[in-house]
DNA sequence: AGCACGCCGACT
DNA sequence: GTCGGCGTGCTC
C-alpha cells in the first residue's frame, strides 16, 4: 500500500505536520511530489487543499486509521524539488506553518478554486470537473503522453484572456473552392486568405464580420483556435530592441568577476550612474547563452516601466515580469511562462525569488539594502535568504547591488563572505556627481512658507526660467497629516489604536492605517465645538499648494498615494514629466528610486529630518540611504545636477555624509556606533511581539516569555524588554515587544519554539505571539 | 479553523 | 425526563 504525505492548509500549530493518505491505486501511477491534492480532514471529513511532500510504503503507525486522498489537483507537480525543500529551510528562521511557506511559492489562482481544461490536438476542449472519475484518470495518462495538454482555469472568467487565431489548414483546398460572384465579401475573404503569409492571424484583426467567417469555418476551409495570451504582451511589442553597451574598465573587471565563479556571492557596489544594470545585463546575457536561466530582484517601488523596458528591449519575451500590480490571473500566466521554460529571465519584486525556474544560473538582487525584501507579515522570510538557498542548490551566482549597501552586507563583504566589486566611475564620463547644499531650516525659515527656504525657492525660480525640471521630495516616513482644532489643539484618533487618524483627500475621509477605520471629516471640532477645525490631505499636498500660491507659473506633478491609487496612474505621472508636461514632480519615497529624467537638474529634499529621529536603530541608515538616492536624480545626463536638502539637523552625520556623498565615511561612523550598542551586524536580532486585548495580560505574558528566553539562552544573548510598541493599541490589542540580541545561540531556536508552544495553552488562547527573525522596522 | 463529544441548566 | 448551551480536544 502506498502512502501520500501531505501538509494540508490548515494554518495552525497543531495541524502543521505531514499527514497521511492512502493513495487509491488508480492514482498511484499519477501522484508525485509537489502536487496539490485534496483530501478528506477532521471528523467532518471536509475537503481540505494539500501539498503532497512524499511517500511511503508501509504506514508507519498502524493504529491510525488511515483515509484516502480523495483528488488529485494537478496533472504535473506545482511545486519542484527545490521549492519543497526550500520550504523545508525557510521554517527554520521564519517560525510560520510550513504550509504557509508552501503556498509563499505558488500564485494565488492556485491556492484558490480553480479547473483544469483539457485540450486534445485537434483543437476540442472538455473541462476537467465535468468528467467522471474514470475519464480524470484517463486524461491525466493522455497528458502525459502528450495527447493532451492542459491548461489551468480561474472560476472567475477575467483571470483568463483569449484571443482567436485563423489558420488554413489546407490551402489547396482553399483555392478551389469556388464561391458564388455575388458573395463578395467572401471572395473578398477568400483572396485575403490566400495572399496571407503569417500562420496565423488574430482573428479581431481581420475586417470581417463574424458571419463570413463562421461560413468559412463550417465548410473546413479555415480553422479558429483560442489562444490564451499572455496579458503582458502589448507592453513587449512596444519596446524597441537594444543591445549591450560597452563596459568601461571596472563594469567589465566586475563582469568577469562575477562570470568566473560561484564560490562566494558578490556584493556589487557602485554609485548611481555607475551602470550597474548594464553589468547586470551583460551577465544575465553570458547565462542565458549557457542555456541557463535568471532571476532579478528589485524593490516592489522601481518596478516601473523604465526598468523592466530595460530588460525587455534586450532580451524580449525571455522575460517574465511579477509584481504586485498584476491581477491573479497576470501573475499566473507568469508563473506559467516561467515553469513553462518559456521565460528564462525573471524580473519582479520580492516573491519573485520563488519563480519556478530551474537551471539557474545567476540571481541579482538590486538595490539589496531595501527593507521591502523582507515580508512583514507571515511567513517573515528575506528574499536574500532564499536566495542564498537557491544559489547553492543550483550552484547559481548571487550578486547583491546597490550604491548603498546595508551594513549587515558590507560587513559581510569586508569579511570576505562576500567579494565586493566596485564601481566608482560614473558610466557616462561627462556626467559628474551632484552638487549637494544643506539647509539649514532653522535659521532660513521663509515667511513666505512653512514648508520652503528662501534658497530653495530661489533655486527652482531659477531652473524653471531655463526650461529645466524639477524633482522635489517629501520625507513621509513618521509623518501623516492628521486633522487638528485650532482653538483646543484636539487630534481626531482611531477609537482602535494609539493613533491618530490619517487624512485622505480623494475619498475625504478619516482613516487609521493600522486597522482600517474609516469615519468622516468632522465640520466641528467633537470636542470644543469651534469651526476651527483645520487640515490638509497628505504632506504632499500641502506642500502643493503653498507651491501654487507661491509659484503660480510652475506646473506640479503631485506623486503621492493619492494621486497613484488606479491601475498605472504611476506610470501616467512619470510619463508626463518625462515628456516635459509639468516643471516639478513632487512626490514621497517613490520617486527617489531608479527616475532617469536627463532634464531634472534640481532635486530638493523638503524634509530630511522626518526618518532620522524614528526609535529604530536603522533611522540614520535608512536615511542616508533614501537622500543618497534621491540626490542621484539629479543631473544624470550633461547637464549639472543640483540638490538641496533642507533639514533642522544639518550636523547629524547622516545628512553631513550625504553631503560629502561619502558612503565609505558614513559605513565607519554607523558601524562604530552598531558595535557600541550591539546592534546588526555585530549581532543578530529577533523580535518577539506579544498582543493582548488586555492590557495587564500583554505585559505579564511578555515578561513570562522574557523570562522563559532568559532560561533558555547563554548569559552572552541581550534581551531588551519587554517594552509596550511605539504604537501600543492597534486593533484594539496592547503590543509589547522583546528584542533579543544574539551572536550564537544554539538553542534560540528551541526556545523560540517553545515560546509559540506556551500560546497553545488554553489559558493563552488570547494571546497573540509573533516573532520576527531580523526585523526591518521597528515603528 | 471546523466539527463532535460531553457535561450542566430551563424547557415541551 | 430532554434539548441545547458552548468549553475541550482532535484532525492521517
Redesign the pocket.
Known amino acids: 500500500m502506498k ?1 501520500a ?2 501538509i ?1 492548509d ?6 502543521d ?6 493513495i487509491p491505486s488508480e492514482m498511484e501511477e499519477l501522484i508525485e511530489r509537489g502536487m496539490r491534492v485534496h ?8 475537503l ?1 487543499q494539500g501539498i503532497v511532500i512524499g511517500f511511503e510504503d508501509e ?3 498502524p493504529s ?5 486522498v480523495s483528488e488529485l489537483l494537478d496533472v504535473e507537480p506545482v511545486l519542484t524539488d527545490e521549492q519543497l525543500w526550500l520550504a523545508d529551510e525557510m521554517r527554520h528562521s521564519v517560525f510560520s506553518y510550513k504550509i504557509s511557506c508552501l503556498k509563499a511559492m505558488l500564485p494565488n489562482l492556485l491556492n484558490s478554486n480553480y479547473d483544469k481544461l483539457l485540450k486534445s490536438t485537434d483543437g476540442t476542449s472538455v473541462k476537467w470537473s465535468q468528467l467522471t472519475e474514470a475519464e480524470k484518470i484517463s486524461s491525466a495518462k493522455a497528458v502525459r503522453l502528450g495527447q493532451l495538454s492542459v491548461e489551468y482555469l480561474a472560476k472567475s472568467k477575467e483571470n483568463r484572456k483569449t484571443e482567436k487565431f485563423l489558420s488554413i489548414p489546407d490551402i489547396e483546398k482553399l483555392a478551389e473552392f469556388e464561391i458564388e460572384k455575388r458573395a463578395k465579401k467572401r471572395l473578398e475573404l477568400k483572396y485575403f486568405l490566400l495572399r496571407l503569409q503569417e500562420e496565423k492571424i488574430a482573428v479581431k484583426s481581420l475586417n470581417f464580420s463574424s458571419q463570413i467567417i463562421k461560413f468559412f469555418v463550417e465548410h473546413d476551409l479555415v480553422k479558429i483556435e483560442e489562444v490564451e495570451i499572455s496579458r503582458t504582451k502589448e507592453k513587449f511589442e512596444a519596446v524597441e530592441n537594444d543591445s549591450a553597451k560597452i563596459l568601461n574598465f571596472e563594469q567589465n573587471a566586475a563582469y568577469e568577476k562575477i562570470i568566473a565563479s560561484s564560490d562566494k556571492p558578490f556584493l556589487l557596489e557602485g554609485i548611481t550612474g555607475s551602470g550597474k544594470t548594464e553589468v547586470y545585463l551583460q551577465t544575465i546575457d553570458h547565462f542565458l547563452k549557457l542555456g541557463k536561466t535568471a532571476i532579478m530582484l528589485v524593490p516592489e517601488i522601481s518596478l516601473t516601466p523604465q526598468i523592466t523596458n530595460r530588460f525587455i528591449a534586450r532580451f524580449g519575451d525571455k522575460v517574465a515580469i511579477m509584481h504586485s500590480g498584476l491581477s491573479d490571473g497576470e501573475k499566473y500566466d507568469e508563473w506559467r511562462k516561467i515553469k513553462s521554460g518559456k521565460a528564462q529571465v525573471v524580473v519582479g519584486a520580492r516573491s519573485a525569488i520563488f519563480a519556478p525556474v530551474e537551471n539557474l544560473g545567476i540571481i541579482i538582487i538590486d538595490e539589496e539594502h531595501e527593507t521591502s525584501y523582507k515580508q512583514d507579515s507571515s511567513p517573515r522570510y528575506h528574499a536574500r535568504d532564499i536566495a542564498l538557498l537557491r544559489a547553492k542548490w543550483h550552484g547559481a551566482r548571487l550578486v547583491l547591488g546597490s550604491a548603498t549597501p546595508s551594513l549587515e552586507t558590507r560587513a559581510r563583504a569586508m569579511r570576505g563572505v562576500y567579494e565586493l566589486l566596485l564601481l566608482t566611475k560614473r558610466a557616462n564620463e561627462a556626467a559628474i556627481l551632484p552638487e549637494i547644499k544643506i539647509i539649514d531650516m532653522r535659521s532660513e525659515i521663509s515667511d513666505q512658507s512653512a514648508n520652503f527656504s528662501h534658497s530653495l525657492l530661489t533655486k527652482i525660480k531659477e531652473k524653471i526660467d531655463k526650461d529645466e525640471q524639477v524633482i522635489l521630495m517629501l520625507n513621509r516616513r513618521g509623518y501623516s497629516s492628521f486633522v487638528m482644532c485650532r482653538e483646543c489643539g484636539f487630534v481626531v484618533d482611531c477609537p482602535n489604536c494609539d493613533i491618530s487618524l490619517t487624512l485622505h483627500m480623494d475619498t475625504r475621509t478619516l482613516n487609521c492605517h493600522y486597522c482600517g477605520h474609516v469615519e468622516g471629516i468632522p465640520q466641528t471640532c467633537p470636542n470644543c465645538h469651534s469651526r476651527k477645525i483645520r487640515y490638509y490631505g497628505s504632506g504632499t499636498q500641502k506642500v502643493e499648494e503653498e507651491l501654487r500660491e507661491i509659484m503660480p507659473e510652475a506646473r506640479v506633478l503631485r506623486m503621492d498615494v493619492d494621486t497613484t491609487r488606479t491601475k498605472n496612474a504611476h506610470e501616467k505621472i512619470l510619463e508626463k514629466f518625462g515628456n516635459h508636461e509639468a516643471d516639478i514632480l513632487l512626490g514621497t519615497q517613490m520617486i527617489a528610486k531608479g527616475l532617469d529624467f536627463p532634464n531634472v537638474t534640481l532635486v530638493g529634499v523638503i524634509n530630511a529630518d522626518t526618518g532620522l529621529n524614528l526609535p529604530d536603530f536603522r533611522a540614520s541608515e535608512r536615511s542616508f540611504e533614501l537622500l543618497m538616492q534621491v540626490a542621484g536624480r539629479a543631473g544624470r545626463a550633461d547637464k549639472k545636477g543640483e540638490v538641496f536638502i533642507q533639514t533642522f539637523n544639518p550636523h547629524h552625520y547622516a545628512i553631513e555624509m550625504t553631503k560629502a556623498q561619502d558612503y565609505e565615511k558614513f559605513y565607519e561612523m554607523e558601524m562604530r556606533f552598531r558595535r557600541e550598542l550591539s546592534y546588526p551586524p555585530y549581532y543578530f536580532t529577533v523580535q518577539v511581539l506579544v498582543s493582548h486585548q488586555d492590557e495587564e495580560v500583554a505585559i505579564q505574558k511578555s515578561y513570562e516569555i522574557a523570562q522563559l528566553l532568559k532560561q533558555n539562552l547563554t548569559e552572552k544573548a541581550k534581551i531588551l524588554g519587554p517594552t509596550a510598541r511605539p504604537i501600543a493599541r492597534t486593533h484594539n490589542l496592547y503590543h509589547y515587544q522583546i528584542l533579543v540580541k544574539y551572536r550564537f545561540e544554539e538553542e534560540l531556536e528551541s526556545a523560540l519554539n517553545q515560546v509559540l508552544e506556551l500560546t497553545q495553552l ?2 493563552n ?1 488570547n494571546l497573540r505571539v509573533l516573532i520576527d527573525s531580523e526585523p526591518q522596522n521597528f515603528v
Open positions: 502512502i504525505k501531505v494540508v490548515v494554518p495552525l500549530m497543531q495541524t505536520k505531514p499527514f497521511s493518505y492512502v483530501v478528506p480532514f477532521g471528523s467532518g471529513n471536509r481540505v504506514e508507519l503507525e491510525v486509521n488511515l483515509k484516502e488554553r489559558d488562547k
